[in-house]
T-cell receptor, first 113, second 114 residues
Framework: AQSVTQLDSQVPVFEEAPVELRCNYS??????LFWYVQYPNQGLQLLLK??????LVESINGFEAEFNKSQTSFHLRKPSVHISDTAEYFC???????????FGTGTRLLVSP | EAQVTQNPRYLITVTGKKLTVTCSQN?????MSWYRQDPGLGLRQIYY???????DKGDVPEGYKVSRKEKRNFPLILESPSPNQTSLYFC?????????????FGPGTRLTVT
């Protein structure tokens, strides 16, 4: 069975500082990896995804994540955060050929001025 | 606009009073799913459906029912709600037939059972 671990439940950071949100997964088969973002009082939006090919994937708003197969990780990074990045971030994994998403417990990113 | 809609967005009810949360998508997706979100637990799948009249249990199905009579609709039914079903519920959909498709989520339904 798959599982996703997000060790940090909350990450406080100052505006314009870099941030890394950690995600580790366990699976014995090939997977697809996703980061979803949930802004306050909203639903989930896809931030970025890894399917195959280049292990570094980027979003349109400056986030990036790197798939590391040997460490079974898919950490999310941003070199300089904004107040508007304050949200909860969920890492999720899906086995190739199946639609079920398995989510981590989420990391709340709190950006302060 | 491609979207997943849920109704109601907020609901406060009492223990044992049957309720239905509706979910509808306009993207002709085959796969639909219900999740509940609880603090510290992330999102957990309740039920899913691969197509019309094809449904199956997810990880936390106890106390819930679903139906899929039409492709676009996937209602979640709580026949006798209890306080431990107080949660934030999300419906999601995605097409079958290809890998890599993202799941599209509805705006969520916040349910309180007293």
């Amino acid at each position: 069975a798959q599982s996703v671990t997000q060790l940090d439940s909350q990450v406080p950071v100052f505006e314009e500082a870099p941030v890394e949100l950690r995600c580790n997964y366990s699976s014995s088969v090939s997977v697809y990896l996703f980061w979803y973002v949930q802004y306050p009082n909203q639903g989930l939006q896809l931030l970025l995804k890894y399917l195959s090919g280049s292990t570094l994937v980027e979003s349109i708003n400056g986030f990036e994540a790197e798939f590391n197969k040997s460490q079974t990780s898919f950490h999310l990074r941003k070199p300089s955060v904004h107040i508007s990045d304050t949200a909860e971030y969920f890492c999720a994994v899906r086995t190739t050929g199946f639609q079920k998403l398995v989510f981590g417990t989420g990391t709340r990113l709190l950006v302060s001025p | 606009e491609a979207q997943v809609t849920q109704n109601p967005r907020y609901l406060i009810t009492v223990t044992g009073k049957k309720l239905t949360v509706t979910c509808s998508q306009n993207m002709n997706h085959e796969y639909m799913s219900w999740y509940r979100q609880d603090p510290g637990l992330g999102l957990r799948q309740i039920y899913y459906s691969m197509n019309v009249e094809v449904t199956d249990k997810g990880d936390v199905p106890e106390g819930y029912k679903v139906s899929r009579k039409e492709k676009r609709n996937f209602p979640l039914i709580l026949e006798s709600p209890s306080p431990n079903q107080t949660s934030l519920y999300f419906c999601a959909s995605t097409p079958l037939g290809g890998d890599g498709y993202e799941q599209y989520f509805g705006p969520g339904t916040r349910l309180t059972v007293t």
